[in-house]
């Protein structure tokens, strides 16, 4: 009993909302020929349908990471390309530091020239132990290739999909509405959602 009576308030509550939603509508119709300013001001920030605007910011950015991203005037998410991508590259040049240097030891082991992980004749690392580190900072350095590879083609489908979105029709003459149907049938209340265009 408490379920109908909730659900007969959150009806209720809903189609008032319509209704009033309805209503303001009616009273802002202006006269024949013009348009209101609210969709004068909507139909500014549109852009005019470019097909080639998404290929051509997908291009920019490919040329140079983050010109896309200025080309459709999110300049706020250069900053963030720019940072991926430095993180990998400081990521790659530090591993490949470690493993010349871990490698460049083995070479001297291997020589029998003294290297620097051994000190008063004692090996401070093993020679298993310098392979495993060439192995480990070889993988890290493969990662931080595959990062900067990863953060480079984001940027490209960054810029492309924002391109795409930016001519998506968001008007309010497209909505998507709850919807309640009873099926007489069965005697049970179905519900769904339901989208609109009004033209």
Known sequence: ??????????????F????FSQDSLMVDTPPAGELPAAKEEIERDYKAYDAL????????????????????GSYW??????GGLGIGVYFYINNNKEFNRYRDAYKDRLAGRVDEFTVNGQERVS??????????????????I???????ALNIIDANVEAHLQ???????LTLLPNMNFNRFSGKTQYGLSLNYNF
């Open 53 to 72: 605007a998404p290929s051509r910011a997908a291009f920019y950015s490919a040329i140079l990471p983050g010109l896309g991203q200025a080309y459709n």
């Open 167 to 173: 001519q998506f029709n968001v008007s309010e003459e």
């Open 1 to 14: 009993m408490k379920i109908k009576h909730l659900f007969t308030a959150v009806m209720l509550i809903f």
């Open 146 to 152: 595959l990062v900067i590879a990863g953060i480079y």
């Open 127 to 144: 020679d298993d132990g310098l392979i495993r580190a060439q192995r480990f900072y070889r993988r890290n350095k493969e990662i931080s």
């Open 77 to 82: 998410k250069i900053p963030i390309a720019y």
């Open 16 to 19: 008032s909302f319509q209704g």
